[in-house]
């Protein structure tokens, strides 16, 4: 059974930072492009960073640009985000995504395992 397990969510002050881990099983995610999503209430999910299989190639929207850092460790078959300088429009639902191809994508419907989601909620 294949499985991503997210954690390291919470709640911050603004400005805060936080490490999300999201932890593969069940099959190797060596040869995986690998993503987070996130869902803020009212909102549909969207892209906020993804990954290719090397680690080389990273993409992250707009609203994470300079304050968010996508990286992975394909020995042990994990990928982090870590997030500084956090906004109170950061708080979100994150999903840890892996997508069955080494290329790195954006659309939600491209990847095909998603973890259940870890809440990082940013107030004073």
């Known amino acids: 059974q294949v499985q991503l397990i997210e954690s390291g969510g919470g709640s911050v002050q603004p400005g805060g930072s936080l490490r999300l881990s999201c932890v593969g099983s069940g099959r190797p995610f060596r040869n995986s492009a690998m993503a987070w999503f996130r869902r803020a209430p009212g909102k549909e999910r969207e892209p906020v960073a993804a990954i290719d299989w090397s680690g080389e190639t990273t993409y992250y929207s707009d609203s994470v640009k300079g304050r968010f850092t996508i990286s992975r460790d394909n020995a042990k078959n994990t990928v982090y985000l870590q997030m500084y300088s956090l906004k109170p429009e950061d708080t979100a639902v994150y999903y840890c995504?892996?997508?069955?191809?080494?290329?790195?994508?954006?659309?939600?419907?491209?990847?095909?395992?998603w973890g259940q989601g870890t809440q990082v909620t940013v107030s004073s």
């Open positions: 995504a892996a997508r069955n191809g080494v290329v790195m994508r954006t659309e939600r419907t491209a990847y095909d395992y």
